[in-house]
């Protein structure tokens, strides 16, 4: 059959408008008036529908092209539409709502006996599918590949949802676990870890993982993969803060009080919490959201026989250092006598892992969600410091602040250790 030509009709006042999107390429099966490129001038910019229908065979203009009324955009084959009477019966349009696949009448495609299986990566509401705002090659390359249009956010002219987007909303829904959520999940297509005989070098026996070795380890690898951490190093100068301590020590020995340095470093935590509060959130399971919690309630991570537990004091910023520590010290000793209940370890907003009391100079905390960041303490060291004339003997403790990078972005990461550093540095900033 004879190509037919599609030109750039009249289109007004317009003399060589450049051609800034084409909507079409070379296979698609368009129909009269759909879209073929997008032409912009420089008052406006505008569609340029098509005069036929049939299957494209080639396109005739590229992006940047300066075009006028009668230039030729596609070259496309008129597809021979059969008489009504000869049409198969269709007993019901159960796909293919979109325009494309009602235009040309010649052989319908059988319709499967039975349904799709559902996507991948999200069901389609076939009411914002034939609402989206896309070219029909872009409508059917989502249909392909299952993507739910309505969905997809556009990124072209006046929104128009671009083959790009499609892929963009693909990767991010494979990224996430194969829907939209933000929780994340598994299906990453990791090889699974071979199974090894380690006795054929040596000696070997068994040691049975606790109940709580493996809960922890299920939960660490969760949100170890699913989230991305993003670790900042920072120290604090927390000489006089260890002297007011060692102080206060000495002065509460009597009544049997021992005041922790972890509980200055959690009222220093509340401190920059409320400061960025982007810090004590939540990501909504829809991933759209987050949830900014109003209270402060701080995990300490304790090293128990069995494993890792992290029961949860409540409202830090209503208590005062001695409370603090004496809640720290009630907790440390139920959770080594196994006698923490589930509520004790739930409701966090931000988790405080101290290796201080063993060693180790910076790590990396695995973030504790649906919290979004968690702080790591190594040893405090006696180092020189330069005070702008000499070096002084300074004792510093190092920081190591893991936060979630959907969240909180580098330089929030690098402000709140600073703050927490400050805070540190000079307790009485901790009571303004
Ligand atoms: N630098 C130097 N010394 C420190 C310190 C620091 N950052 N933090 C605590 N210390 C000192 C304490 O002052 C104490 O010394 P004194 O008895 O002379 O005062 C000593 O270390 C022991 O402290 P502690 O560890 O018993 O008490 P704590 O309040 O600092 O910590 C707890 C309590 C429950 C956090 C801790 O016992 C614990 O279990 N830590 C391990 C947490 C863990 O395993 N995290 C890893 C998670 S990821 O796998």
């Not at 390429?25 to 009269?32: F, L, M, R, W």
């Not at 990461?413 to 540190?424: N, Y």
Request: charged share 25%; aromatic share 6%.
């Amino acid at each position: 059959m004879a190509l037919q030509d599609i030109l750039v009709p009249d289109i007004g006042d317009f003399d060589k408008v450049e051609v800034i999107e084409i909507l079409v390429s070379e296979g698609d099966t368009i129909a009269e008036e759909d879209s073929l490129i997008t032409v912009e001038s420089d008052k406006a910019s505008m569609e340029i529908p098509s005069s036929g229908s049939g299957r494209v065979v080639s396109v005739k203009v590229s992006m940047g092209d300066m075009v006028s009324e009668g230039s030729v955009i596609v070259s496309i084959e008129p597809i021979e539409t059969a008489p009504e009477a000869e049409e198969e019966p269709v007993e019901e349009a159960t796909a293919e709502p979109e325009k494309i696949a009602e235009t040309p009448k010649v052989k319908t495609a059988p319709v499967p006996e039975t349904p799709a299986k559902p996507s991948p990566v999200a069901v389609v509401d076939e009411v914002s599918f034939s609402k989206a705002y896309a070219s029909p090659s872009v409508r059917r390359f989502a249909r392909e590949l299952g993507v739910d249009l309505g969905a997809v956010s556009g990124s072209g002219r006046k929104n128009r949802i671009v083959k790009e987007d499609v892929k963009s909303f693909i990767k991010q829904a494979m990224q996430s676990g194969g829907g939209k959520a933000a929780s994340g999940s598994s299906s990453l297509g990791i090889a699974p870890m071979p199974e090894v005989d380690f006795s054929q070098w040596g000696d070997i026996s068994e040691v049975k993982l606790s109940k709580i070795n493996k809960l922890t380890g299920e939960f660490l690898h969760r949100n170890w993969v699913s989230i991305p951490h993003v670790t900042q190093y920072d120290e604090a100068d927390i000489t006089e803060m260890e002297a007011f301590r060692k102080q206060m020590a000495k002065e509460m020995e009597r009544e049997g009080v021992k005041i922790t340095p972890l509980a200055f470093i959690m009222k220093a935590v509340v401190a920059s919490l409320k400061a960025y509060p982007r810090f004590n959130t939540s990501l909504a399971p829809s991933g759209d959201t987050l949830i900014q919690k109003n209270y402060y309630h701080i995990g300490v991570a304790v090293d128990t026989p069995d494993g890792l537990v992290v029961p949860v004091i409540r409202d830090v910023d209503q208590k005062s250092l001695i409370e603090i520590s004496n809640e720290i010290r009630a907790f440390a000793g139920k959770a080594r006598d196994k006698k923490l209940k589930p509520a004790d370890m739930q409701g966090g907003c931000f988790t405080i892992s101290s290796l201080g009391g063993i060693g180790g100079t910076k790590f990396t905390p695995i973030i504790n969600a649906p919290e979004v960041a968690i702080l790591g303490v190594s040893r405090s060291k006696m180092q020189p410091v330069w005070n702008g004339s000499e070096f002084e003997p300074r004792l510093m403790v190092p920081l190591s602040l893991s936060y979630d990078h959907r969240v909180i972005d580098g330089a929030e990461g690098a402000r709140f250790t600073t703050h927490l550093s400050k805070m540190l540095s000079d307790i009485r900033r901790l009571i303004l």
